[in-house]
């Protein structure tokens, strides 16, 4: 299991990060100089826009995509963008984002309130992420980890952040 730390800055969070073993998770502008020393994964934002309220912006996450390439830096995984909470909505937005995106990076698909197994086409993604509404991914979120590795996927589980769900 690898864990990620979502946009540490400080020097002082690079030290824990490190002596845990732990990653970054970034997403919003991050730090060139720390992302050689932990490994990293790019969110897409989609989750900061919902919560603030406003329209999705990819702006920073393209540039955090160039930035890895300009850097010659394979994250982990990136998070092909979605729509949080949307289902159906979120998979037709990130089957479009596909074709944006390089394909040198692993991608995640953000599964979302409303998505079945059934809906998605593995083949076409290298790990799922489960996002979602708290509630939704605490009912949902065995059964996709389940899916993932029955089709040799990884996942990951966004916003696990307190004791409690990493505990679950």
């Known amino acids: 299991m690898q864990v990620y730390w979502g946009n540490a800055g400080k020097h002082s969070d690079i030290t824990i990060i490190q002596e845990n073993g732990w990653g970054i998770m970034y997403s919003g502008n991050w730090n060139k ?14 989750f900061t826009s919902y919560r603030q309220n406003k329209p999705y912006d990819s702006s920073w996450f393209l540039r955090n995509i160039q930035h890895c390439i300009d ?10 963008p979605d729509i949080v909470g949307a289902g159906e909505d979120s998979l037709s937005f990130s ?10 990076f692993p991608k995640y698909l953000a599964v979302q309130d409303g998505m079945t197994i059934d809906m998605i086409p593995c083949e076409l ?6 996002g979602g509404t708290i509630s939704w991914k605490m009912r949902m979120g ?26 679950w």
């Open 71 to 80: 850097l010659n830096i394979v994250p982990d995984f990136i998070i092909v």
């Open 95 to 104: 089957l479009e984002w596909m074709q944006k995106l390089c394909n040198e």
């Open 142 to 167: 065995e059964m996709w980890v389940n899916y993932a590795h029955e089709n040799n996927m990884k996942c990951h589980i966004g916003r696990v952040g307190t004791y409690e769900r990493i505990r």
């Open 33 to 46: 100089k720390n992302s050689r020393l932990v490994p990293i994964a790019l969110d897409n934002g989609a």
């Open 125 to 130: 993604f290298d790990g799922i992420f489960i």
